[in-house]
């Protein structure tokens, strides 16, 4: 088994935390994971990508490439990364952000509203954890108990409101066919 | 007290940054004082030290420069406290005077130098491996040091240890070469059960204050190391930078004191080399394209030569562990039965050199390198490969 | 204190097989490693336990002739290397000698730092207003339109005050004196070693050879007198002050001596609240 994850969006977003989450996760499920990032210098809207590669061997090149799965939460990130997912990879987007969602190739797309209902639960600043709900739901690659496990042990502040945004997300995702 | 940190830092699997590794395995081989300055992409074993030194019941300060960084660690390495300092490039360079100093008056001390794009300020949040001739090259004068390069966030745990085990056994400062890839990449890693846990101590002084000499030899387990006495022991020791004599007092105008010094300065580490010098070889039996890396590079570098293999070109790869001192004589007898070597870098071609100088005009030696921050792919050695 | 011979000092501080020292006949550097064995001597210092830190200089040369641990470090870093030994072992006595050039110049930063660090050292400053190891090049202290090797037609530059920087920045002790004044000069070493903090004393001293000769003072007499007439002693001074008036001489005297917490101090306080 081998899959890399790219999720990339804007900086603030927690895409970095999320690749950190999905990453520590992956440990705790006794795989190998290594993760990634690039990000602009500036703390907050600069364009940023985290990448986590995860393999029941060890892993050499610790980037990816063609991404099995990606999480994308930003129109720019989504015209850069899209069409960087491996054939009948998994794409997952937060709609809402990104209205310009049309894409061409055999992939799997997957919808959730992740700001919306992270402000609904009380501040979008977790909708990246609402992602990881829907990837948790979606990719049948992480359990959820490690998933939980390691949103408990990287944010331990804020648990509920975390927890919430994850059962939310999982809850929510919609598989759609274009 | 390596049991305690062990046990203070909990669950056994950890998925940290390569930075973050640094730390733990500074903390692991005792290492009680860090005196740093920050910059990108080093930063973060700052960060780390501060949060645990005052925990442990070490010193963690940050000082006004990497000048005064690398000159504290110096001043605490002098009273036997195992000490370490952190940075990048521009900060790298800052620190190489002082860096001389602790070659020429044997002051144990480990550099953590997470490699950005330069020169200069250059590319702050970006990998390079551009350092690696400066590690070795840096400071004036005829010397050695000791540079390591990891390929993983574990393996920057577990070479931080054997950093400070060289630079306590050989009283010679340790450079870990890493980059920004490295420093800020995640990965897993387990820590060392205790008891396979090895953390040498510099060798005391075996003769009475009456009798001792500072640089006198022959009398710890690598012959050509000085015993040491650390300030305040009462041996009253003179630590200076100037030629010495085993006294440790300056004749500086001495041919005979200043070569008998400075030629032993670099053979203490080079005569030990078959115990320094650490490397891992894949697929060389039959050999006929060896693909030589170090560091992140390493990593598509592995990737490559197993596509290439799958393909059946015979080709192996060696991966420096120990980059300085570089072993020519256990190199050149790897290297006997190829006919094509490639070196890529993340510089524009330093470790290529003495690659060169090792098989000389027999073997043909081709450099690939990268610049800008983004690691080689596999595919971009790959090439290289099939090319010949 | 009563009077000890110099014999007694040097049997039992020098490290004899490293005399005689490199200093030129008339160099005031002997006189403040003297004062400063004294002040050791009547505090009964242990000298086991005692380090003493320089850079690079004739002053930085001290610390070779006294028999204790000794750190001769690089050109400016003396007080980083002193910063490194104290905070790593804090039972030490760390004790840093440096020139004008050493410490005003390319040590300047890590001087200033460690004042606002409040490190728990103490730093005598022989300032002769001139790079002599080199052979008398104009130095950060040199007077305005002195000449030196380096300014032939004299110095235009402004020259910076040592002892007054180290009391802006918050040093607890800091005295300025001349190798004139050896009692006074013991004196303010004494307490110097006795404040936990950063102690500073700065000592006026001649160098008759590179400074001296190409300012019309040749020997230690002429620049001794130098010295009594381009100084003025604080008590004196303030007088002037408050009767409004001012002068261009240098304030020697003890010019700052309170008391305030060091870096030591306070970071065992708050490894202890870990803990």
Known sequence: ?178 | MTNDVIRLLGRKDLFIQGDDAAVYGALIADCRFFAGYPITPATEVAEGMALWMPKLGGVYVQMEDEIASIAAVIGASCTGVKSMTATSGPGFSLMQECIGYACMAEIPCVIVNVQRGGPSTGQPTEAAQGDVMQAMWGTHGDHQIIALAPKSVQETLDLTIEAFNLSEDYRVPVILLLDAEIGHMREKVVLPEVVNVKVDERVPATIGPDKYRPYRTGFTRTSKVPEFAPFGSGYRTYVTGLTHDKRGFPVTTSADVHEELVRRLIEKVQDDMDVIWYHEDLFLDDAEIIVISYGTTSRPAVSAVKMARKSGIKVGHIRLITIWPFHYEKMKELLKNAHTIIVPEMNLGQMVHPIRETVGKDIKVISAPKIGGAIHTPYEILKCIEEE | MGFISNDIIIEKYLRKDMLPTIFCTGCGIGSVMNYALRAIHDLNIDMNETVFVSGIGCSSRVPGYIYSDGLHSLHGRAIAYATGVKLANPKLKVIVFTGDGDCGAIGGNHFLHAIRRNVDITVISINNFIYGMTGGQVAPTTPLNSKTTTTPYGNIEYPIDLSMMAKVIGAPYVARWTTAHPVQCISSIKKALQKTGFSFVEVLAPCPTSYGRLNKMGNTLDMTKHFKESTINIKLYEKMLADGKTTDKMVIGELVDIEKEDFNTKYNKFCGELK
Request: glycine share 8%.
């Open chain 1, 1 to 178: 088994m081998k899959a890399g994850i790219r999720i990339s969006g804007f900086g603030g977003q927690g895409i970095i935390l999320s690749g950190v989450i999905v990453g520590k996760a992956a440990v705790f499920d006794g795989f190998n994971a290594v993760q990634t990032q690039s990000y602009g210098p500036e703390a907050r809207g600069g364009s940023t990508r985290s990448e986590v590669v995860i393999s029941d061997e060890e892993i050499d090149y610790p980037k990816v490439e063609s991404a099995s799965i990606s999480i994308i939460m930003s129109q720019e990130a989504f015209f850069k990364y899209a069409s960087r997912t491996k054939r009948e990879g998994i794409i997952i987007y937060d709609p809402e952000l990104i209205p310009d969602n049309k894409i061409e190739g055999d992939f799997k797309l997957a919808e959730i509203n992740a700001t919306r209902i992270a402000s609904e639960l009380g501040t979008k600043i977790v909708a990246n954890i609402v992602m990881l709900g829907a990837f948790n739901e979606i990719c049948n690659l992480i359990s959820k108990d490690a998933m939980t496990e390691s949103i408990k042990d990287s944010i331990p502040k804020m648990l509920d409101l975390n927890l919430n945004a994850f059962e939310a997300g999982k809850k929510n995702v919609k598989i759609i066919n274009k």
